[in-house]
């Protein structure tokens, strides 16, 4: 069995009969039946299955392990994508702005309760949100200084939904395709696309390059509204793991599709659309090269590329540090407009996050690794939902008035729960969780008007566009290109 699932193994259940693995990853033992002779399943057989050093995600024989290296399907196709024109390893790994202390296990119990309430000392101070404490402020608060502009009613009203039903397209269901309208939606008030559904004014040229895309279905919807009046429209979507039910199956049968059943036939057009999909981890794609017309373009030379395209940058639910590498892979290219909706804060990682200069400078410059993996596991509290099993009401505020306590007698806890509780606040852990998420995010913009859209040329903010409802991770990072005012 492998050693990290023997590793501070709880104990097994009284009166179980099945398999003795505990699996770390689902909380619970396995529940295979045991082999004879043995507390263990086949998968799990002590010493005989170990997971393979290449790709953890299988495991393998250990006394395969010198064979399996070699024919592992991992490693083939890391091979492959290490001959690809836009590879360059790690071009796009170290965040940006000084490391710091990197130990992660220097915080107290005091410490840790200091930086929340830094957290909402900051946050009230940068988004003007007016009360005398930190105390008193309010989850709402902290999600209403952040302007909603949700702008999918137009597309929805206007052939969206048409034109994924006649091309078949799986777009996630209705949570997703209000989404992807919205976003859809901003790019239009970008300039990006026609400023309404439908409008025969369209952008002569476009390559619009999705990251971290996924099945692809944003950027499927948004260069199939762009091919419908643009002359030229070409999009990339770049993702590291193959998926199944991807935009790829819906390009290739477009032209299996006839325009006539389509209602409003202006709304989209997939036939003649350009489009590749490059499967590679964000670490090491060289964008410039992508943008360039497929040609190698050396690491760190900055240049205007191809400028008769409007090059659009988009990614929805970009998922932790995936959101960091993507804005760090654009530091070469001269981009017009960057749509990118952020997901899973609480994965992502300090050193690749892009914004460490911004929180050490608000927080101190003894901000760190540390300090940072509180900010992380802190952010995943806003997309909690109490159940009935939860305290609420006099019990929860009972509850507000019990201190920190010690882990086992060694670590203090820094749990969200307690950490709200000790200093009473209202906000709640769904609170605390958000202004952590819009404080990296915070990061994230400095990093994009410092160092990718430089010169004063973009207007740079974030905003929520679409509503909790829809998506607890509903906000989104933009940079717009500022018009040049007419003499």
Not at 334 to 343: G, K, L, N, R
């Amino acid at each position: 069995m492998m050693d990290e699932e023997c590793k501070e193994q709880p104990h097994v259940p009284e009166g179980w009969t099945r398999c003795h693995a505990y699996i770390e990853r689902k909380h619970r033992f396995c529940r295979q039946q045991k082999n004879p002779d043995s507390k263990f399943c086949g998968n799990h057989q002590e010493g005989h299955w170990i997971p393979c050093p290449i790709d953890p995600s299988h495991r393998i024989l250990k006394h395969q392990l010198e064979k399996h290296k070699k024919v592992c399907p991992k490693l083939r196709v890391e091979r492959e994508q290490e001959t690809k024109f836009y590879f360059s390893k790690g071009t796009n790994s170290g965040g940006c702005g000084e490391l710091g202390n990197e130990s992660t296990s220097r915080c107290t119990t005091e410490h840790a309760l200091i930086i929340a309430r830094k957290v909402l000392e900051i946050y009230q101070r940068m988004f003007g949100i007016e009360k005398k404490s930190i105390e008193d402020i309010l989850e709402e608060d902290i999600h209403a200084s952040l302007s909603m502009e949700d702008y999918s009613a137009a597309d929805l009203n206007s052939g969206l939904p048409e034109s994924v039903e006649h091309y078949r397209i799986r777009s996630g269901g209705p949570r997703h395709l209000q989404q992807q309208a919205s976003l859809v939606g901003h790019l239009r008030r970008s300039g990006a696309l026609p400023a309404t559904p439908n409008s025969k004014d369209g952008i002569e040229n476009i390559h619009i390059l999705e990251m971290g895309a996924g099945r692809g279905m944003l950027g499927l919807v948004a260069a199939g509204v762009a091919s419908a009046t643009a002359s030229k429209t070409n999009l990339t979507m770049v993702e590291r793991s193959g998926t199944r039910s991807k935009a790829d199956t819906v390009l290739r049968k477009a032209k299996e599709h006839t325009r006539e059943k389509i209602t409003r036939s202006n709304y989209m057009k997939l036939e003649n659309l350009q489009w590749n999909r490059i499967q590679c981890d964000l670490a090491h794609v060289n964008v410039p090269s992508l943008i360039n017309n497929n040609t190698e373009v050396p690491v760190g030379e900055k240049r205007k590329l191809q400028d008769d395209k409007l090059k659009v940058i988009i990614a929805k639910h970009l998922c932790g540090a995936g959101t960091d590498l993507a804005l760090k892979s654009l530091r070469d290219i001269d981009a017009d407009i960057c749509v990118m909706a952020t997901c899973c804060h609480g994965v992502c990682c300090w050193k690749d996050y892009v914004g460490r200069d911004f929180l050490m400078a608000h927080f101190g410059d003894d901000f760190s690794a540390s300090e940072f993996e509180l900010l992380r596991k802190w952010s995943a509290a806003s997309v909690a939902v109490l159940d009935n099993s939860n305290e609420t009401g006099k019990e929860a505020e009972h509850s507000a008035t019990q201190p920190l306590e010690e882990d086992n007698g060694k670590n203090m806890s820094f749990n969200v729960t307690a950490v709200v509780r000790t200093l009473r606040l209202k906000c709640g852990i769904q609170g605390l969780g958000r202004a952590c998420q819009r404080l990296l995010d915070a990061g994230r913009c400095d990093y994009m008007r410092k160092t990718i859209f430089v010169g004063g040329t973009h207007e740079v903010r974030m905003c929520h566009y679409v509503g909790r409802d829809v998506t607890p991770q509903n906000a989104v990072l933009l940079a717009t290109r500022k018009k040049k005012r007419e003499k």
